[in-house]
């Protein structure tokens, strides 16, 4: 199965700021929406961000829209999330994850066809 790898997590303060990296290898889901899900310790994963197959659109959980940016580089076939002001409400294990079609409501509504191994983020007081 082709691999999805996630990297930028760490320990860090409330305040700090982390960019969390999620590298795809050769071309695999250029043409398809990727998002960014969460799961704090205990619970189910939630969802973050969305971006569509050729970044024109992106969608956030209400946590934290204004603070988190998702973002893509085609050529790189990387996607990022760029989290700013963190807060340890914040702490969890953030994945990527690839949708099964192009939009951002494909990743919002669950339609998923692969997820990487998460990072862990903690944000301390």
């Known amino acids: 199965q082709v691999q999805l790898s996630e990297s930028g997590g760490g320990l860090v303060q409330a305040g700090d700021s982390l960019r969390l990296s999620c590298a795809a290898p050769?071309?695999?889901?250029?043409?398809?929406?990727m998002g960014w899900f969460r799961q704090p310790p205990g619970t189910e994963r939630e969802f973050v961000a969305a971006i569509s197959w050729g970044g024109h659109k992106t969608y956030y959980t209400d946590s934290v829209q204004g603070r988190f940016t998702i973002s893509r580089d085609i050529a790189k076939n990387t996607v990022y999330l760029q989290m700013n002001s963190l807060r340890p409400e914040d702490t969890a294990v953030y994945y990527c994850?690839?949708?099964?079609?192009?939009?951002?409501?494909?990743?919002?509504?669950?339609?998923?066809?692969?997820w990487g191994q998460g990072t862990l983020v903690t944000v301390s007081s």
């Open positions: 050769g071309r695999a889901f250029t043409n398809v929406a």
């Open positions: 994850a690839a949708a099964n079609g192009p939009a951002t409501t494909d990743v919002v509504q669950g339609s998923l066809r692969h």
